[in-house]
């Protein structure tokens, strides 16, 4: 028998509805604060994710899947949305439109990575992008639709954390004051983080090895070489989130793990869900633009998985109950009958009402086992006697009594009948 990949899972009919309802409150949401949906293609260059996540990231150096394609161009399914939505926004010239670009996206993601609950080799991610407004207001705003769709979702007792990872012109003097802090403990690190010393330091206080996690912990903190401008966003940003009744948390060892961030960064926990908390991360990333070739352009946006996501939900139990029962279900005991069922119900459904019959045609007492196993709401019954008056029995599932739970009606009126006792109903 052949399985799933391994990081890979089936979403099943009976899981599909929390999925649309989760969807759909996104969705929602992004239409209120004026977000667009973008699709981008699931794999692009492979260059695209070097030069805009970084090659110095978890991502670009272990996690992504790349292959050779038959014109030997090399290709990488996306292992994340951002670069894709900025080289669209590059490549069909988005920056010409006088107002900022306000984009949103749902879809599959790769990263090879170990799985574990709510971490999947194939997941699925909803983002948010804003592209040409650098204003600290547009950094609070999209901190706000995050917090809302969490708190529309269910979720409570949330913890923001939030940072600033500074700019091109302070990170330079907090570079070498991690290297003079790292240097004395160069041996202690491990193997990828010595690779990042010289490279990238920011990328050591990101490490998950313990060792490097504890070293981390004593080394200086960003906050203290910001530059004027970069601590003005990030008070403004502040000041933002405290006028709209945020709450947060700074945290100075917050640095997300791409290359791109800038100024704000901050992350969304659900502590409930254990060690992997997460349920929400993003930042500014003002110079990803021009990295992907593209003029000079501010950005900002954050990203959800919706395995995680829909996992905090459910252990909550915070998703509604799937529907798939039926309106209708048309029962045709009798032999002869199995054309004017199958008639019967393509104007039902043409009416807009759900329903079905039983393909096998089996006996009377099957067909209202099937009838109740799809949970439908009313049954049609063609009797043979009803019939010859030119008229069907019509029974309601749903009640009891079985005196009043019935009643012979004109065929000829039975679409127009059930529609009205449908909607009355919903």
Known sequence: MTTVPRGTKDILPSEVGAWRYVEGILRDLCARFGFQEIRTP???????????????????????????????????????????????????????????????????MFRYDRPQAGRQRQFHQFGVEVLGVSSPNVDAEIIVLAVEILKTLGLRDLQLKINTVGCPQCRPVYRKMLQDYFRPHFDELCELCQSRFDRNPMRILDCKNPKCHALAAGAPKLLDCLDDDCKAHFAKVQEYLQAVG???????????????????????????????????????????????????????GFAMGLERLILALESQHLLPAGDDSLDVFVVAPKEGTEVLAFQLVAGLREAGLRAALDYKQGSLKSQMKAANRRHARYVVILGEEELGRGSVTVRDMRTEDKEHNQKEVPLSDITTILKTEVHKNE
Do not use: W
């Not at 699931?42 to 050779?68: A, C, N, S």
């Not at 994340?80 to 306000?102: G, I, L």
């Open 42 to 108: 699931v794999f692009e260059h492979t260059e695209l994710f070097q030069r805009g996540i970084g090659d110095t990231t978890d991502v670009v150096e272990k996690e992504m899947y790349t292959f050779t394609d038959r014109g030997n161009r090399s290709i990488t399914l996306r292992p994340e949305n951002t670069a894709s939505a900025v080289r669209a926004f590059v490549e069909h010239k988005m920056y010409a439109d006088a107002d900022p670009a306000k984009l949103f996206y749902i879809g599959p």
């Open 246 to 300: 945020i709450a947060y948390e700074i945290d100075p060892t917050l640095v997300r793990g791409l290359d791109y961030y800038t100024r704000t960064a901050f992350e969304i926990q659900y502590p409930l869900l254990g060690a992997q908390s997460a349920v929400c991360g993003g930042g500014r990333y003002d110079g990803l633009v021009e990295e992907v070739g593209g003029p000079a352009t501010p950005g900002i």
